[in-house]
């Protein structure tokens, strides 16, 4: 007899007013499910009061070894800041459990970076503060750069870095012009996922206009999913 696929979906409402959002949602988020194989998935909501409010996500987690999938709207579900949020994907998905979006291209987290050609490699640094100061990115640029040609053995490297105000969305003009030129490149290198946004809706967003891999020199490579080049492990 086949072992079913045991599956999860989290969501969340800040709202108890219009329930039946809520439910349109869930029944949506089934369907995908569904569409990937994992039928009857078990439900995780929480209807918050407040935004520090997610004892079924807290309960889902202190469970996660009973599925073999999660499923949500959005990576901001998961948490709203990029590097939790990746910390957290990066966990489930370390012991076979991928977590699903419906509206966002998927991430899965490697530890090598994939591909059978030296690569045309962008770097991008953003130092995000909640004040003006000075920030020498000459340190920031050479160790990207050391590690893009040394690591992943880039045929050329070009780099952009931007200085921004936390809480100031949209403010990276070097990133939209990395996002124009993304046709000239192959792979970003970043020193964390939080450089391209810190966070997730706009991280997620700003990976939807690059439409490339992304490699984090802390946290792993990233591919995006339409690209299926052949492995090669970092040297």
């Known amino acids: 007899m086949q072992d079913v696929q045991r599956s999860a979906i989290y969501h969340f409402s800040n709202s108890t007013i219009r329930q039946y959002i809520c439910e349109n949602e869930l029944n949506r988020i089934a369907d995908y499910a569904c569409s990937k194989g994992f039928t009857n998935p078990e439900i995780?909501?929480?209807i918050r009061t407040d935004r520090y409010q997610h004892s079924q996500f807290d309960k889902l987690m202190s469970s996660y070894d009973r599925y073999q999938a999660i499923f949500v709207k959005d990576y901001t579900h998961i948490n709203k800041y990029t590097t939790k949020m990746i910390n957290s994907i990066s966990n489930l998905y370390s012991k076979g459990i991928p977590i699903y979006s419906t509206e966002e291209d998927q991430i899965t987290l490697h530890t090598?970076?994939?591909?059978?050609?030296k690569p045309r490699v962008a770097t991008y640094y953003c130092h995000w503060s909640?004040?003006?100061?000075?920030i020498d990115q000459g340190i920031k640029h050479d160790v990207l750069r050391h590690f893009a040609i040394h690591k992943i053995g880039a045929i050329t490297v070009d780099q952009y870095a931007d200085e921004c105000l936390k809480g100031h969305a949209g403010n990276q003009p070097q990133l939209k012009l990395l996002i124009n030129h993304a046709d000239d490149y192959d792979i970003v290198l970043v020193q964390t996922f939080a450089s391209i946004h810190w966070r997730t809706d706009n991280f997620c967003h700003f990976?939807?206009?690059?439409?490339?891999d992304i490699f984090?020199?802390?946290?792993?490579?990233?591919?995006?999913?339409r690209n299926t080049p052949e492995p090669l492990r970092l040297n």
């Open 216 to 225: 984090s020199i802390t946290e792993g490579f990233l591919p995006y999913p």
């Open 207 to 212: 990976r939807r206009e690059l439409s490339l």
């Open 112 to 117: 090598q970076y994939e591909t059978s050609a």
């Open 44 to 46: 995780y909501c929480d």
């Open 130 to 134: 909640r004040k003006e100061d000075d």
